[in-house]
């Protein structure tokens, strides 16, 4: 039996057909893929993510996380990240479980369970990988596993879905998770500013504002914005626009030049200049592009 071969089968029985899915489980999402896919934007928020077959890619930044049966990625705040299926076949498909991480618990968790502190009060990064124990694995196949009995889901998920949190916590990759728990600390601080920023993209969005919701000096700011996003401010802010105009272009059929207006740029050679530094190629030539490819 491989590593994730448990939760593979769990997924699998309630996703039969490539696609998406929020379950009935509260923050619990199935994802499926047949074939490896093109990296496409998504902004995650504050989750984990377990890949039960196959292989994923995410991109921050410069930074690669490559995450598989034996590791998850942990996002401990909301990132525009790009991600791509690089392992999946019809015989073999990628099965994935994403699962929201719920700030009060980790919190609750965090007081009732410290661990002596490392000495370092900087900001962590934003996206971690942790290798998937054994212990951490089946609880999250245990999940899972729920949906096949919906009746006893609403006094066990919440207990499941607390030890995965523990677990989270517990491993060594959980000191980010320990500074999202608590409000005064450097992660919390540019959090706080990330929400900010994300409520505000549209906008001019000065970074001293940012810097003043995230209480922190314009240099700190930056300083530590940027070992927890891989990215500038602005940069982040330039991010955000550009996957909603790419998703407005795809979903909603909108041309580029309004795509670029409604996501807050004023000239159309300069979303078009920044479009295609981030994806490639200019703007309608890639949704042409990613059109074909899913007609196809």
Do not use: N
């Not at 093109?38 to 077959?53: D, G, I, K, S």
């Not at 920023?197 to 940027?226: G, M, Q, T």
């Amino acid at each position: 039996m491989t590593h994730g071969e448990p939760l593979a089968r769990a997924i699998a029985r309630h996703l039969p057909a490539d696609g998406t899915v929020s379950t009935a489980l509260p923050g619990v999402t199935l994802i499926r893929a047949s074939t490896p896919t093109l990296p496409m934007p998504v902004v995650y928020e504050p989750t984990v993510c377990f890949v039960a077959q196959g292989r994923k890619r995410a991109l921050l930044g410069t930074a690669v996380y490559d995450y598989d049966p034996a590791h998850h990625l942990i996002a401990s705040v909301g990132l525009p990240v790009v991600g791509a299926v690089t392992a999946a076949s019809r015989e073999a498909p990628y099965l994935s479980l994403q699962l929201d991480l719920d700030a009060r618990e980790l919190a609750e968790l965090a007081l009732d369970h410290p661990v002596p502190a490392r000495g370092d009060a900087g900001a962590p990064p934003g996206l971690t990988l942790g290798t998937t124990a054994p212990a951490l694995l089946d609880a999250a196949t245990r999940l899972v596993a729920l949906l096949d009995t919906p009746a006893d889901a609403a006094a066990l998920a919440p207990l499941v879905r607390r030890e995965i949190h523990y677990r989270l916590l517990a491993a060594p990759e959980g000191a980010a998770l320990r500074q999202l728990a608590r409000a005064d600390t450097r992660l919390s601080q540019i959090g706080r500013a990330i929400r900010w920023i994300r409520d505000h993209y549209r906008e001019r969005c000065p970074v001293d504002e940012a810097a003043a919701v995230a209480a922190l000096s314009r240099s700190a700011f930056h300083h530590h914005f940027k070992a927890v996003t891989g990215l500038s401010p602005l940069a982040f802010r330039t991010r955000l626009r550009l996957q909603e105009a790419r998703r407005l272009m795809l979903s909603e059929a909108i041309e580029a030049a309004s795509a670029g207006y409604r996501v807050g740029y004023e000239s159309p050679s300069q979303f078009s200049r920044d479009y295609a530094r981030l994806f490639g190629a200019p703007p309608a030539a890639d949704a042409g592009r990613l059109r074909a490819a899913a007609a196809g």
